[in-house]
């Protein structure tokens, strides 16, 4: 069975950190350009943060450049999303999705939920006092 699975989220105050991991299973997630998206209660689905194939190319969203970092691991099959200087708008679900979508080595999805081949169920991260 082809999926993902998120973990990692939880409560956390605001300044705190937490790092979610993306598995992968089925499939050779190194295939594959990663995206990492949240969506809060109440709004729309946005792209947080995204990579590579290769892990060269990374990129991130206005609100989390310079606390938050992507990277992955090929070999164990994971992507991960550390988190740092957490803030109450932070609240949301987490969840990574892959694209099979290859448009040159540095490309990578930081918004385009259409091209995303697989979904996890996404893991909830609360930011709060």
């Known amino acids: 069975q082809l999926q993902l699975v998120e973990s990692g989220g939880g409560l956390v105050q605001p300044g705190g950190s937490l790092r979610l991991s993306c598995a992968a299973s089925?499939?050779?997630?190194?295939?594959?350009?990663i995206g990492w998206f949240r969506q809060a209660p109440g709004k729309e689905r946005e792209g947080v943060s995204c990579?590579?194939?290769?892990?060269?190319?990374?990129k991130y969203a206005d609100s989390v450049k310079g606390r938050f970092s992507i990277s992955r691991d090929n070999a164990k099959n994971a992507v991960y999303l550390q988190m740092n200087s957490l803030r109450p708008e932070d609240t949301a679900v987490y969840y990574c999705?892959?694209?099979?979508?290859?448009?040159?080595?540095?490309?990578?999805?930081?918004?385009?939920?259409?091209?995303?081949?697989?979904w996890g169920k996404g893991t909830l991260v609360t930011v709060s006092s």
């Open positions: 999705a892959a694209s099979a979508q290859y448009r040159g080595t540095t490309w990578c999805p930081l918004s385009e939920t259409y091209v995303m081949n697989y």
């Open positions: 089925g499939f050779t997630l190194g295939a594959y350009a």
């Open positions: 990579i590579s194939r290769s892990g060269g190319s990374t």
